[in-house]
């Protein structure tokens, strides 16, 4: 490694076993459904979270939206926190694809509550109002934190009672998995579709999975074909999803433990604020004591030491993000870089 790369778990390169994999996968026309190794990722894909079928594509944010697309009306609202990656960093899209719009539960600790979820959905036949096509919810968060599987319950309850369908924003759904000690189908058995990422710490260079019963999958790959992710020979990067799902998931707790390392490496460190026990997956979040200290600053230091972080959010939390490229020996030389910079 010429850096260490903390910037989040999207950084990962494929491995040796990834690049030998893709250069010798059968390969088909995935428009056509005869891509043998797409189909095999996808078939794979759909029993690891326990639905009838899954669809390859592109992006998590495409995952996403194509949910969104599929579950949903034009002029519907979906239900979601104001964190979430939907709202957050998903360009607006939802307006533009589905056409739909966005109805915010306050995110307002480290957990979600299901009766504020609850308490957005439109009841009745008010002329005035839109109505509730959707349910969205993120496991794990994009703050680190994973939603107990009681939350999962009381929202698959809620959806029940007012027929309306939740999609899971899945993006790191093994690593909620790994912290829960379940397998993921105890997860995804509470929703009717699940995105999740083969590029977010389980090494794969592209894609991305969306699942669910096997009608909501056949309209998801037509509205594929209308965002323009028909795919030709893309087993070759079928290939590298494959090891990941059936390797890289299985490792996914060393991350976790090297994130550990790291917070309570950090936290020796008199001038930064950290709690530990808030570590869950793979990220870390600090902040300096007392906004005494430019962030930016440690941002362009660490830089020119060939460490790449994250800027600080605007309230001067900085996250680092632990993968399969990032070892104890990487946290050792990050943690020495930051006390150089203090000093």
Request: hydrophobic share 40%; aromatic share 8%; proline share 4%.
């Amino acid at each position: 490694m010429k850096y260490i790369d903390l910037r989040s778990d999207t950084v990962t390169w494929p491995t040796e076993e990834m690049r030998q994999a893709m250069a010798e996968a059968p390969v088909g026309d995935d428009v056509y459904q005869d891509d043998p190794t797409i189909n095999e990722l996808q078939n794979y894909a759909a029993s690891l979270a326990g639905k009838e079928a899954a669809l390859f594509v592109p992006s998590g944010t495409f995952g996403n939206q194509l949910a969104l697309f599929t579950h949903c009306r034009r002029g519907q609202e979906v239900v979601l926190d104001d964190d979430c990656h939907i709202v957050q960093h998903e360009a607006g899209a939802a307006s533009i694809i589905a056409g739909v719009q966005l109805r915010t539960v306050t995110s307002k600790d480290s957990f979600l509550n299901s009766k504020d979820f609850e308490a957005k959905i439109r009841i009745g036949s008010d002329i005035h109002e839109p109505t509730t096509g959707l349910i969205c919810i993120e496991n794990a968060r994009a703050n680190g934190k994973v939603q107990p599987l009681s939350f999962m319950e009381e929202i698959k309850y809620i959806s029940n009672m007012y027929h309306v369908p939740i999609h899971l924003d899945g993006a790191r759904l093994f690593n909620a998995a790994t912290f829960l000690n379940v397998p993921a189908t105890e997860i995804t058995k509470q929703v009717d579709s699940v995105m999740f990422c083969l590029s977010k710490g389980l090494c794969s260079p592209v894609g991305s999975i969306l699942a669910g019963s096997a009608a909501f999958i056949e309209k998801a790959r037509w509205n594929r074909k209308i965002m323009g992710g028909g795919m030709r020979q893309a087993g070759c990067l079928a290939a590298a999803g494959l090891i990941s799902l059936r390797k890289m998931r299985l490792r996914l707790n060393e991350d976790h433990e090297t994130a550990l390392y790291l917070a309570n490496e950090l936290a020796k460190i008199p001038e930064l604020e950290i709690d530990p026990l808030q570590v869950e997956i793979n990220m870390v979040f600090f902040r300096f004591k007392g906004n005494t200290i430019n962030p930016e600053a440690l941002t362009e230091f660490m830089l020119e030491q060939e460490i790449f972080i994250g800027d600080a959010d605007p309230k001067g939390n900085f996250r680092f993000v632990t993968h399969y490229w990032i070892h104890k020996e990487h946290i050792d030389k990050v943690i020495d870089t930051i006390k150089k910079f203090l000093a």
